[in-house]
Structures are given as C-alpha cells and as structure tokens.
C-alpha cells in the first residue's frame, strides 16, 4: 500500500512537470504569491520546523535535573530446598533429607529527590535554552533560503521565458533571411556564399533556441520542486525595503542577521557547557525515601514484614582518575572555538551583505546600458537592412547586426533578472527576508508556541506536529 502511494505521488509530480509544456494558467502569479506557497507547503522548511520542535525538548530534559524520580520493584521468589539432617530415633539417630518450597515476595517504592548536583541542572537549563535560541535563528535561516531559492526559480522562469520568445524572434528573422536570400541568389544578386552564411548563422539560431528552451524546462522544474506548483503567468516584480545606504544594511545585519545571531547563541550554550562538566567536580545530595513490603513465605500467616526509610546522601568527589578535569578542559577549548566563529560568521555575513549590496547597485546602471544598447542596435539593424535593400551592405552585415540586436536583448532580460535577484539576497544577507519582514499574507510559523507549550511539561507523551 505505501509503495503505491510512493508511485502515485511520483506519477503525480510527472504530470504536473508534463503541464508545464502546456499554455500558462489564466491566473497570474506573483512573486509574492509564489513565497507564500513555498512558506506553507515547502517541504524543507516543514521539516525544519519540525527539526526545531524536537530542539525545543532540551529544555524540559534538563529542567528533570529538579525533579523526583519515583520507582517500584517487586519480585517474587520460589526455591526448593533439600536439606540433610540426623532425627533422633530410639536406637540412635536416622540420617533424612527435609524437603521445603517456599516463596518470598518483596514490593518496593522508592523516591528519590535529587537537592544539589553541583550546578549541572542550572547550567544545563542555560545551555539548552540557548540551543533553543539557536535553534530558531537557524530556522529563520532556513526560511530565508528557501524564500530566496523561489526568488532565483520565479526570476529564472521568468526570464527564461521571455528568452525563449526572443529566440523565437531570432530564428523567425533568419528565416526571413535565408528565404531572401534565397531569391536574391536565384536572380544573380548574391552569392552562393551569403546563402550559406544566411543558413549557418539559421541553425545556430535553433540551437540556442533549444538550449533555452531545455534551460526553461529546467528551472520549470526547480520552481515546481520549491512552489509546489506550476508557474503561471509571471510578472516582473519589485524590490523593496532595500536600505539606502551600505552602512545602514551592515548595521541591520549586525543586529539581527539569524546566521550570526545563532552563532552567537552556540557560543552562550558552549560557556554554560563549562558549568555542566565542571559540576563533576562539585559535590551533590539527594533526598531519598524507600517504602518496602516483604512476605518471606507466602505459605505462613502474619509473616509480612513493612518498612519505611527516609535518608540523605552526599557524594564529594576527591579524585575522579583526571577524567573530568580533561572535560572541563575540553569545554573550555570548544567555548573558545564557539567565540571565534562568531567573528568568522560576522565577516561572512558583512563580506556578504557588502558583495550584495554593490551588484544591486551597480545592476541599476548596467539596466540602464542595456535599453541604451537594445535601442541602438535596434536602429542599426533597421539601418543595415536598408543599405542591404540598396546594395551597399551584405548579407554578414545583416546577420552580425541582427546577432547584436537578439545579444543586446538577452543581456537586458539577464541583468532584469540579476537586479530582482541581488534585492532580495541583500535583504538575506540583512535578515530581512523573511515571512514577516517581506510582508507575506500567510500566518506567521511562531516556533516559540511549541516552546512554551512543553517547557514545563512534566508528564505526558502526547505531541503537536509539523503536518
């Protein structure tokens, strides 16, 4: 049964892919729309979150370290016994082996209440709490990149598509072309030779017409794969809350950016860790009370035996073989590892808000080159295809300024889709790129309700998923 569940989810994510050859989907959808999709239904971010849920129990484990633990044993016991022995007789005595079976039964209840454990608990409550901390902030991490990789696949589509188009445009001119040139050729015009450049230059046009077209099914696919969906009709979104300045971005960055804010947090974690091995060190006392029932021989009446015990134990280690000397060492070394990737992330992410900031910028510029580059060669073909019609150009005129123009454009098409992309990886790199940052119209995950929710829980099995 699952593995025809496992062929039917297959079989329907191949004919979604199959749709897509199809004409787009009358509803349009927007950048925002497709985020929104991916936020509620992307599985990497599901299992993210529920990855997050399962870090949230660190907490309620080492808040135990405050808490009793109750047992009961029982046991029950049935022996044989041969024993040998001399009876007395009238002429003496008589050697005879007494035979017995009893059964023993013993129910004990124990209660132990831990009262001082060398600071583990408080420490360990720390350490948790702020994996927990790090724990959310790598899942804003997450969220961003996936928000981000639906940008790069709506941006890829979209692109892509109006690549095609151009393409097509292409490949329909160069027919013209060849078809022109194939009349010219027939009165004595041209040559041979310009039929053939007008054929070459034809089928590489195909080609790339096929290559964009296997690129679009590609990323097609990828947009799928992270949407859930088939992509409709796109169309060119907006970039906004970009900081203005580039000291601006790096200060929003340095305040809230997940990925050093989660450092950060491993950092606190591994310090309290410190406290936690160097507790071995410390002495420690519990609480203990015992209730125990005792029937030596079930077979005998009035022979159940009862007690109660309450007692304190201290335990002060004096030597412990160098052992957690060495772990206290150790968590020391890694607390200085933690301390030191926090200056690493920061360069990382400072490296990358600045790299992200200067192609957002500069894009701008190159935008504007490329309409000033496509309006040019626009008018330099028309004027190349004049001359040609008056015999003062040829025919690899035609074709190079016809290979311009369709370069022009699809350089215009990329450094459109590059902007939109440099945006919203600047945003990323800030920390604004999530679900409430960006403004999304879906219920916002709060991963602090699962938190909150099992905390203190002390008893209980039951769970709140991810679905």
Sequence with gaps: MRRNWLRGLLYGSAFSVAALWLPAAALADSLFGAMEKAYITNPTLNSERAGQRAVDELVPQALSGWRPTIEITGNVEHQRIAQSAEIPTATGTKDTVIRSEPTTGTVAIELNQPLFRGFRTVESTKAA??????????????????????????????????????????????????????????????????????????????????????????????????????????????????PNTLNGALGIAGEINPRLLAQAFVEVAARSDIGVAFSGLLPQADLTARGLASDPDFNVDDNEVRSVAIGAAVRIPIYEAGLVYSQVREAKQR???????????????????????????????????????????????????????????????????QRDLVAAQVLQVVAERNRVISGYQLLAAIGHLTAQQVGLNVPIYQPSENYRRVRDKWIGTDVKTVE
């Design 129 to 242: 709490e702020a994996r927990v901390d790090a724990s959310q902030q790598n899942l804003l991490e997450v969220e961003q990149q996936v928000l981000f990789n639906v940008v790069q696949a709506y941006m890829n589509v979209y692109s892509g598509r109006q690549i095609v188009i151009l393409r097509r445009q292409d490949v329909a001119a160069l027919e013209a072309q060849v078809k022109a040139s194939n009349e010219r050729f027939a009165v004595g015009e041209i040559t041979r030779t310009d039929v053939a450049q007008s054929e070459a230059r034809l089928a590489e046009s195909r080609s790339q017409l096929v290559n964009s077209q296997t690129q679009l099914a590609q990323d097609v696919a990828n947009y799928v794969q992270l949407v859930g969906n088939e992509p409709g009709k796109l169309s060119y979104p907006k970039v906004s809350n970009v």
């Design 335 to 401: 607390a200085s590892q933690r301390r030191i990737q926090v200056i690493e992330i920061a360069r990382d992410v400072r490296a990358a808000v600045a790299q992200s900031w200067n192609a957002y910028v500069g894009l701008a510029q190159i935008i504007r080159n490329t309409r000033t580059q496509v309006r040019a060669a626009q008018l330099a073909l028309t004027g190349v295809q004049q001359e040609y019609q008056a015999g003062t150009r040829t025919t690899l005129d035609v074709l190079d300024a």
